[in-house]
C-alpha cells in the first residue's frame, strides 16, 4: 500500500474512533446491507476492533422488496465468516402496499435490529451512515421547512427501542469509503435502488450536483447539521432549566405551572409540550410544528385540546397533559402485563383470576368516592389504569381506590402519589 493510501484509511480509522467518542464498546453489533458504506463500516470497525478487545456481530434486513435482497443478505454472511464474526438474516415481511413504504421498511428495520440486539446482548449497533446521507437528509427537511432539530438532521449517538444507535462515519464521503474498500480488496454490492428516481431522497440526491456551484454542497449542508446540533443542544438546555422549575409528574400526567410556560420564548414554551405530550404517549416521533402551536394557542385562550392520543387543559393555573381516553378506552390486558406501554400493576397477594388492566373510564370513577380529594382532573382521572375483574372494579389507584394494589410507570416511579420528574 502506497504511502497517501496508508494514510487516508488511517485518518477514517481515526475518524471513526472520534465518531465513537474515542473508543470502541466493548461489545457492538455492526448493520451491515452490503452496499459499499456498510460494509466499509464493517472493514474498518473490524481492523480496530481486535486491539480494543471488542466483541463484534453482524446483521441483516431483508426487506423482502426486491428478488436481490437474499442474495445479498448471503454475501454479508459470507464476508462475515470470513472476518470470523457472527451474522443473521432479519426478514420483514410486513408491507401491505399502504402508505409510505421508506418510511414504513425504515421503521420495521429498526424494531428488528433493536429486538435482534437486545437477544445477542448488544447495547450498540453502528449504522454507515455518511457525510452524503446527511447532507441528503438536510436538504430534504429543508424542503418540509423544519426547525432546528430537523436540520439538525442525524445524530452520531440515538436512543430507540432501547438501544444506542451509533453512526460514526458522518464524517466521511461516500467515495473516499469505496476507496477504502477498493484498496482493502473488499467487494459490494450496488442496490439498484439507489439510483431509483421514484423515491425523494434518490431525487435529493441528485439535485445536489445541481446545487454544488452554488456552494450548497455536501461539505456545505452537513456543516449546516453540526450546527444546527449545537444550537439544539442549547435549546435543550434551556428547556430543561425551565422544565425543572415548572413542570412535575403527578399520577403519570405532565403538569406544568402556566404563568411560567406562558412567560418562556415560543420555542422553549413548543419543547416543553413536545417533551410533556411524549412523555404520555411514549411516540418515537414528535408532532408537527402546526398542531403544537394551535394546541399552545388555544391553551391561552382557555381551550382544552387533544393531540397524539393526549389531552391537554387549563386548570387553577395549571398546564395538565395527560393520555386522552378515546386513545385507551379500548385497551385492555391481563393485569399482570404492560398497559399502555408503560404501566404496570402489583396486587396485595396473589393476582385475582380474571383480573385485568384497562381504562377507569366514567363507570370506574363513580365508584372512587375520593377522587375529588386528590384535585386531579376528572378527565385524566377516566384514562388512568384500573384493575378489573369483569364489570366489578378491584383498584383505581390513581384515583384514590388503592385497595393495596400499586400501579407503576415501568421506569420503575410508583406514581400513586406526584412524583417530581428527573430531567
Not at 145 to 172: E, Q, Y
Not at 292 to 317: N, S
Not at 360 to 367: H, I, M, R, S
Amino acid at each position: 500500500m502506497t504511502a497517501p493510501a496508508a494514510t487516508a484509511d488511517a485518518a477514517l480509522a481515526k475518524g471513526l474512533l472520534a465518531g465513537l467518542g474515542g473508543a470502541l464498546p466493548p461489545r457492538l453489533g455492526v448493520a451491515v446491507s452490503g452496499g459499499g458504506d456498510s460494509m466499509a463500516l464493517l472493514s474498518l470497525l473490524h481492523g480496530l476492533s481486535a486491539a480494543a478487545g471488542t466483541h463484534l456481530e453482524t446483521v441483516t434486513v431483508d426487506h423482502g422488496l426486491r428478488p436481490e435482497a437474499a442474495g445479498e443478505a448471503a454475501f454479508v454472511a459470507r464476508c462475515a465468516s470470513t472476518l470470523g464474526l457472527s451474522h443473521e438474516t432479519l426478514r420483514w415481511r410486513g408491507w401491505d402496499g399502504q402508505g409510505n413504504l421508506q418510511n414504513a421498511a425504515r421503521e420495521a428495520r429498526y424494531r428488528l435490529m433493536a429486538d435482534w440486539a437486545e437477544r445477542r446482548g448488544l447495547p450498540c449497533v453502528a449504522l454507515g451512515h455518511t457525510a452524503d446521507d446527511q447532507a441528503e437528509t438536510v436538504l430534504m427537511r429543508l424542503a418540509r421547512r423544519s426547525g432546528v432539530d430537523g436540520l439538525s438532521a442525524m445524530a452520531p449517538r440515538s436512543k430507540r427501542h432501547g438501544i444506542t444507535w451509533l453512526r460514526p462515519l458522518l464524517f466521511a464521503r461516500r467515495e473516499a469509503l469505496r476507496g477504502h474498500l477498493r484498496r482493502a480488496a473488499v467487494e459490494w454490492v450496488d442496490d439498484p435502488s439507489n439510483d431509483d428516481p421514484r423515491f425523494a431522497r434518490i431525487q435529493t440526491r441528485q439535485s445536489l450536483a445541481a446545487l454544488a456551484p452554488l456552494g450548497i454542497d455536501v461539505e456545505a449542508l452537513a456543516e449546516v447539521a453540526r450546527n444546527m446540533a449545537t444550537a439544539r443542544e442549547a435549546l435543550k438546555s434551556q428547556t430543561d432549566r425551565t422544565a425543572g422549575d415548572i413542570l412535575r409528574m403527578e399520577a403519570g400526567a405532565q403538569v406544568m405551572q402556566a404563568e411560567g410556560f406562558f412567560a418562556a420564548p415560543e420555542e422553549i414554551r413548543r419543547r416543553l409540550m413536545i417533551h410533556a405530550l411524549g412523555q404520555v404517549n411514549g411516540g418515537t416521533y414528535p408532532p408537527r410544528r402546526g398542531p403544537v402551536a394551535a394546541l399552545i394557542a388555544g391553551l391561552a385562550e382557555g381551550q382544552a385540546a387533544t393531540l397524539g392520543g393526549c389531552q391537554a387543559l387549563l386548570r387553577r393555573g395549571e398546564i395538565w397533559v395527560f393520555r386522552e381516553y378515546n386513545a385507551v378506552r379500548d385497551l385492555r390486558v391481563p393485569a399482570d402485563q404492560l398497559w399502555d406501554g408503560r404501566w404496570r400493576a402489583t396486587p396485595p397477594e396473589g393476582l385475582p383470576q380474571g383480573a385485568e388492566l384497562r381504562a377507569l373510564g366514567a363507570e370506574g370513577l363513580a365508584q372512587c368516592p375520593d377522587w375529588r380529594r386528590l384535585g386531579r382532573p376528572r378527565a385524566m382521572l377516566l384514562s388512568t389504569p384500573a384493575i378489573w375483574q369483569g364489570a366489578r372494579l378491584l383498584a383505581a389507584p390513581l384515583a384514590g381506590l388503592v385497595e393495596k394494589w400499586h400501579v407503576q410507570r415501568e421506569s420503575g416511579a410508583e406514581c400513586n402519589e406526584t412524583a417530581p420528574l428527573s430531567h
